[in-house]
């Protein structure tokens, strides 16, 4: 199993910052990637940004320069650095973590943080 536990959510204006940040714990070691995924309102889940056990990136093409995507390998700790930031991005956003074991993909995720940008 795999703990994971997010935040640094709130209430900003357009264009300001905000750093998400999901802690990882547990069973961690067979990890390949970890990633960022939002919610918002009466939408279906999305894809925001992963990131692979080697480092590779991968961002949605709405937050394409304006999100970066990072990890610190000694604190178990993947962070989404949110600049510019538009009202289209407030959602509730989920950290997740995926173990492909045996040809078996699965995937644990957070509780979420609510992130709103006002107009």
């Known amino acids: 199993q795999v703990q994971l536990v997010e935040s640094g959510g709130g209430l900003v204006q357009a264009g300001g910052s905000l750093r998400l940040s999901c802690a990882a714990s547990?069973?961690?070691?067979?990890?390949?990637?970890m990633g960022w995924y939002r919610q918002p309102p009466g939408k279906q889940r999305e894809l925001v940004a992963s990131?692979?056990?080697?480092?590779?990136?991968n961002y949605a093409d709405s937050v394409k320069g304006r999100f970066t995507i990072s990890r610190d390998n000694a604190e178990n700790t993947v962070y989404l650095q949110m600049n510019s930031l538009k009202p289209e991005d407030t959602a509730v956003y989920l950290c997740?973590?995926?173990?492909?074991?045996?040809?078996?993909?699965?995937?644990?995720w957070g509780q979420g943080t609510q992130v709103t940008v006002s107009s």
């Open positions: 997740n973590a995926r173990k492909v074991i045996g040809g078996r993909t699965i995937g644990y």
């Open positions: 990131i692979t056990s080697g480092d590779t990136t």
């Open positions: 547990g069973s961690i070691f067979s990890v390949n990637a």
